[in-house]
């Protein structure tokens, strides 16, 4: 494990939702962070609050769905802080349409925010990490990278795609110690994004996303000997995270 302390984290998607509270997790943990999002005043509002409780924060506002900004977003990460020790590509977007009604356009822009953009991220920040000998890439995945849906013609298409280059970058990555791995929340969690698309039986068990971002704190900090090209599940690691810290320590 690396102290994360002082360290640059990377996190799209940080304005509201999972996002929003895995940045604080990751300010709390002391990371300095660059925040991707395209709702600026949410972004703006969040990076105020955190810079006020102290933490060194860069808010960037910025559309995912397209390339040539994201590419600048990160750029301008990179110039700012450097190489980060870890990068989260949480952002993404789903509108439920079926494959006969759904647009090209629409189809893109779903895919684009969530393969485009984790491509555009990665590829920036991977010859740093190689160089680093040292890195943790995260793509928060979905049940819907496990199944298919029908309304869900790009997103699950997308999530599927994230998977395949989660385990590609692994492999690459191994021998670099840069570890790539992707997230699940493993619990219906309650969002804008994700509520609104839940049947009223998921919504029984709904959890506030802050009980998952401590799992998102802890990957900031490992290797590729730790783990890589795995799926983790953000719910289960943060309880058992949770009851390890509830427990004293055994006597020597």
């Not at 994360?4 to 962070?33: C, I, K, P, S």
């Not at 105020?48 to 990460?77: M, Y």
């Not at 009980?211 to 983790?232: K, Q, S, V, Y």
Request: hydrophobic share 45%.
């Amino acid at each position: 494990m690396i102290e994360v302390r002082g360290q640059v984290a990377f996190l799209t998607g940080a304005a509201e939702g999972l996002g929003h509270e895995v940045a604080r997790a990751l300010a709390a943990a002391g990371m300095r962070l660059a925040l991707f999002d395209v709702q600026a005043d949410k972004l703006n509002t969040l990076s105020g609050e955190l810079t006020d409780a102290g933490a060194d924060v860069l808010p960037i506002v910025v559309d995912l769905s397209e390339a040539a900004p994201t590419q600048d977003a990160v750029e301008r990460a990179l110039n700012h802080y450097g190489t980060p020790r870890t990068l989260i590509h949480n952002a993404a977007v789903l509108r439920e349409c079926g494959f006969s009604d759904i647009t090209f356009p629409a189809w893109r822009r779903e895919m684009d925010i969530i393969v485009q953009a984790a491509f555009i991220l990665s590829k920036a920040v991977w010859p740093g990490m190689v160089d680093n000998h040292s890195g943790s890439i995260l793509y928060v995945s979905s049940g819907s990278a496990l199944t298919g849906f029908v309304k869900e013609a790009a997103y699950t298409t997308g999530k599927h795609a994230q998977e395949g280059l989660m385990k590609v970058l692994a492999i690459a990555g191994k021998e670099s110690n840069i570890a790539v791995n992707t997230i699940t929340t493993g619990a219906p969690i309650d969002t804008p994004m994700s509520a609104s698309h839940y049947t009223e039986e998921m919504k029984i068990g709904m959890v506030h996303p802050s009980r998952l971002a401590p799992a998102f704190a802890f990957i900031a900090g490992i290797d590729a000997g730790f783990a890589t090209g795995e799926r983790f599940n953000a719910f289960q690691l943060s309880e058992a995270m949770r009851s390890a810290a509830k427990t004293p320590p055994y006597d020597t």
